[in-house]
């Protein structure tokens, strides 16, 4: 994918600029504000799904229709769609505590992950209609700031799948999904996200490195077909204070796994706070030819599973690693709110971004 031009040269341009001169700002959890609207079923239904799992086949009374059918509850993807105002709305709130770029509401926008909704047939939509409401909030606050542009991160999510795990402890040779369905997932989402004006494509929360192989292919197939580009990111998750993926690999391991893509960024996100996470960022610092990005979870989750670290707190840790000359992208995950996202800029915006290697290295 390296060889093609950019879909967006300009863009892109705007993008490597803003890297090479300062550490940028990504935008915190979707799930953590989504959870404070408290929506009911209704809500999250909306007009289009009030009487079906869409409303072009309300009329049909089976298994898929509610009642009867499953609850739509918890997809807050599908909120792209039902409730677009609330979406847009915490991009914008997050652009007004400080981030540059905005990550589209897409975690679980692929059919593996709808399937558990019966709504696999809206994958491309939302991946289409979650990078347009984050465009239209980016470029609303560019053109307050032009001389500060703000950018769409088009996310692909890891889905409820592993490629490289049984889940059948008794059959470990087992496998609930093939690499060609994970690529043909990802591919068709990322056509949405790219459709949609994502100036880049992060490859996130990766627990499973085969997974992710699946989704750079798609990626690749799709900017192939395409005959153009966008920048791509990839973001791994340490999933314990084991220092490993949940498919076995360590920072390093996965960082040669993945290298092959030529990313723009790669980093780590998710599971641990960002005191846990900072050896394994360090490592990455210290071997990527690539910007480093982190955006970790405020702390870990108390026996209610909820976050307690204090944007007060996070900024510190977090400040602490941008004065070492580890960072290029900063932002949040679980439990991040945009609170944590405007400390968290104050922390790093004196600080220089991480100079990259002297390797020669194509751009992502």
Not at 222 to 235: D, K, N, Q, T, Y
Request: with cysteine; net charge negative.
């Amino acid at each position: 994918m390296s060889t093609l031009p950019w879909l967006h040269p300009d863009r892109v341009a705007l993008l490597e600029t803003a890297l090479e001169r300062r550490i940028m700002v990504l935008d915190g959890g979707m799930g953590t504000m989504l959870q404070g609207h408290r929506l009911d079923e209704a809500g999250f239904r909306g007009e289009r799904f009030e009487h079906g799992h869409d409303g072009a086949h309300a009329h049909r009374h089976d298994e898929h229709a509610h009642p009867g059918g499953c609850d739509l509850k918890g997809n807050n993807d599908l909120l792209t769609l039902t409730q677009p105002a609330i979406i847009r709305g915490v991009h914008e709130a997050y652009l007004e505590a400080g981030a540059d770029l905005v990550e589209t509401n897409t975690f679980n926008s692929t059919r593996i992950s709808q399937a558990d909704y019966r709504l696999e047939h809206l994958a491309h939509e939302l991946n289409l209609e979650g990078a347009k409401l984050a465009r239209a909030a980016a470029d609303a606050w560019t053109a307050k700031t032009p001389d500060r542009p703000r950018f769409v991160i088009g996310v692909l999510g890891p889905t409820s799948r592993t490629a490289s795990l049984s889940p059948d402890v008794n059959d470990p040779g087992f496998r609930n999904v093939t690499f060609e369905e994970l690529a043909g997932n990802y591919r068709e989402s990322a056509a949405g996200l790219v459709d949609g004006g994502a100036d880049a494509v992060m490859v996130e929360t990766i627990f499973d490195t085969l997974n992710a192989k699946a989704a750079l292919y798609a990626l690749s197939e799709l900017f192939r077909e395409r005959g153009a580009r966008v920048p791509v990111m990839i973001s791994g998750t340490i999933t314990d204070r084991s220092g490993r993926t949940l498919s076995g690999q360590t920072a390093e391991a996965f960082w040669y796994s993945v290298r092959h893509a030529r990313p723009l960024s790669v980093g780590l996100n998710c599971a641990l706070g960002a005191a846990d996470l900072r050896p394994h960022i360090q490592t990455l610092a210290g071997i990527a030819e690539c910007h480093v990005s982190t955006h970790p979870n405020a702390g870990l989750p108390n026996a209610f599973a909820e976050y307690d670290e204090t944007p007060e707190q996070m900024a510190s840790v977090i400040g602490g690693f941008a004065r070492d000359g580890l960072l290029n992208l900063v932002g949040g995950c679980c439990g991040t709110t945009p609170a944590h996202i405007a400390a968290i800029a104050v922390a790093v915006r004196d600080c220089a971004p991480r100079q990259l290697p002297g390797l020669a290295r194509e751009a992502a």
